[in-house]
Structure formats: C-alpha cells, structure tokens
C-alpha cells in the first residue's frame, strides 16, 4: 500500500509539473511565466527508489516475481516445483545481498552527508527505508520457501 500510495503521488506530482510547464507557456505568450514544481527531480528519484523497493515483498508473496510461464507452462510438476523453488533460493540470495549492500551505503552515505542536488534533503533516510523493504523481501522469500511444500494447489494456479 505505501509503494503504491508513493506511485500515485509521483504521477500527481508529475501531473502538476507538466501543468506548471503548460501554463508558463501559456504566461509567456503574455509576458509572464509559471513555475514548475521545485526540485521535481530530487523528489521524484528518492521517491520511486523507495515505491519499487517496498511493493517486492508483496509481490514476491503472491508469485509475482520471477514468473517464466510461458515456458513453464507445459512442463510436469515436478520440474516447475524444482524451478519455483531454486528460483525462490535464488531471490533469498540476491535479496540478502542486496539488503547487506545496502546497509553500508546507507553508512556511507550518512558519513559523507549526501543531499540532494536541488532540494538539499538528506539522502539515506530513503534508503532505510530500502533496507527496510528489503528485510521485508527476505523475509516473504523465506516465508514462500518453508510453506511452498503444500500438495500442489499454488503450483497449478501459479503455472496454469
């Protein structure tokens, strides 16, 4: 909910910044101008970081990650349990990795005092909340490895 509550003020914020463009144009025709939205960027990059990062462990619950139907579809159970599940090894691997990587930029990050180019915000606030989804992720990855192990309902559904 809050990635997509995140995406929906991206699209009206770029709403607005798109209007503020069309009505500076417009103030132009008659010597005026209208600004844009300031710092549009610095908002819009820390903010779609963190909406992508915190709708993964949602998906990831609900098998909408990782997906290879089109090729899986046809094949016996048996090898689409097997490719669930190192795929699902795999993404614990890779999330974990990432959630370490993570960690230390944010270090980083907060030693150096990076802000952003026009608005001057801190910048590792963001990516604890990455952290965060990211622990989140693992922590749905985990949950889909030990319950996969049910008689094949999901499997059927998931792969057609």
């Not at 922590?139 to 490895?145: D, N, P, T, Y």
Request: hydrophobic share 50%.
């Amino acid at each position: 909910m809050f990635g997509g509550l995140l995406l929906l003020g991206i699209v009206l914020l770029t709403g607005a910044n798109v209007l503020g463009f069309g009505l500076d144009r417009i103030m132009r025709l008659f010597d005026g101008s209208f600004p844009g939205v300031s710092g549009y960027e610095d908002i819009v990059t820390l903010a779609i970081g963190v909406a992508a990062l915190t709708m993964l462990p949602y998906c990831h619950l609900n098998d909408g990650n990782i997906a290879v139907d089109l090729f899986m579809n046809k094949a016996p159970i048996w090898l689409q349990r097997c490719a669930d599940r190192t795929a699902v090894i795999l993404m614990i691997c890779v999330v974990a990795f990432l959630s370490y990587m993570l960690t230390f930029g944010v270090l980083e990050v907060k030693s150096d005092g990076d802000l952003t180019q026009v608005l001057g915000i801190p910048i590792w606030p963001f990516m604890g909340i990455s952290i965060v989804s990211c622990l989140l992720w693992l922590a749905a990855s985990l949950l889909v490895l030990f319950t996969s192990e049910d008689d094949g309902k999901n499997l059927e559904q998931d792969h057609g």
